[in-house]
Structure formats: structure tokens, C-alpha cells
């Protein structure tokens, strides 16, 4: 069986680096957005991190440090509700629920198998990290590697050869 806990990792990772590079952008670079995104920066930011929430709590997790809507959050707290939330999806894997099961989302009238919530987490989290990384290219602003390959060189996962 393939072990998903490496795509969740390289997920959380991609967000904290993104993260931290937001600390570098100004105040009107993190307000910036192009046609085609969800919004600007720090929505999107905000945005990432709130959903990632929810899918914990749809996994049974509980969230320590809860995103404010993303209207009103600061920088500095969508970081530590991130912190907060890598410590819970470590928690996760070293004890996932039951994955079969299905979870009711009274709010939208359906429900899910709980297997679906980390591989939408994943999806969702790179989806909007690529329109963040958009709106930053559009705007001449650079962009930091999150891909796969940067993750794994980082983790030791990857080396280049000399030829």
C-alpha cells in the first residue's frame, strides 16, 4: 500500500513555506488578485488554512487555534492556526480514524467517506496555492518552489547526480 502521509506532509509543508514568504510581501502585495482566483492573497492564504480546518474536524481531529473568517485575520494568525493545524494532522497519522466512514455535513445537506477528506485537502491546498502563486507572478513578485521535487530534496528524498 502506498502511504498518503508524504502527499499530507509535502500539503503542509507548501503552505508553511507560502507562508513564510507572505511574510516578505507587503501589505498591499497581500491584498493583490487577478481574474480567475478565489481573491487576493491573504484571502486565499486564510482560505487554505480554514478549509484544511474544517477537513480535521471532518476527520475527527480537534483544531487548537481556530481561523477567524478571512476578512478579518491577520498574517501572524493564519501562521500559528497553520502551526496548529500540522500538529493535528500528525496526530491523525499516527492514529487515523476509521476511514470507511461516512461524515454528514449538515451545513450542505450530504455526506462523505472520510477517506475523500485528506485527498481533498491535498487538492484543495494546491489549487489555491497556485493561484496564489499566479497573482504573485502576474504581478512581478516571485514565487518560492513548492513543488514535490523541492519538498523531497529538502526532506532527503531526492539528490541530483553529478553527470
Do not use: K
Amino acid at each position: 500500500m502506498i502511504d498518503a502521509a508524504y502527499s499530507i506532509r509535502h500539503n503542509l509543508w507548501a503552505t508553511r513555506e507560502l507562508l513564510e514568504h507572505a511574510r516578505s510581501l507587503s501589505p498591499e502585495q497581500l491584498e493583490l488578485s487577478v481574474a480567475g482566483t478565489a481573491g487576493g492573497i491573504m484571502f486565499s492564504l486564510a482560505h487554505i488554512v480554514g478549509a484544511d480546518q474544517r477537513y480535521l474536524v471532518g476527520l475527527g481531529s480537534v483544531v487548537e487555534v481556530p481561523i477567524r473568517p478571512a476578512a478579518d485575520v491577520s498574517l501572524a494568525e493564519i501562521i500559528l492556526a497553520h502551526a496548529s493545524n500540522e500538529v493535528a494532522w500528525e496526530r491523525l497519522l499516527e492514529n487515523p480514524p476509521a476511514l470507511a466512514t461516512w461524515f454528514e455535513r449538515a451545513d450542505r445537506h450530504d455526506r462523505v467517506r472520510l477517506v475523500m477528506l485528506p485527498a481533498q485537502a491535498i487538492h484543495h491546498g494546491t489549487d489555491h496555492r497556485i493561484q496564489i502563486g499566479t497573482i504573485l507572478l502576474h504581478h512581478g513578485l516571485e514565487l518560492p518552489d513548492l513543488d514535490v521535487w523541492t519538498y523531497a530534496a529538502q526532506m532527503g528524498d531526492y539528490q541530483r547526480l553529478e553527470s
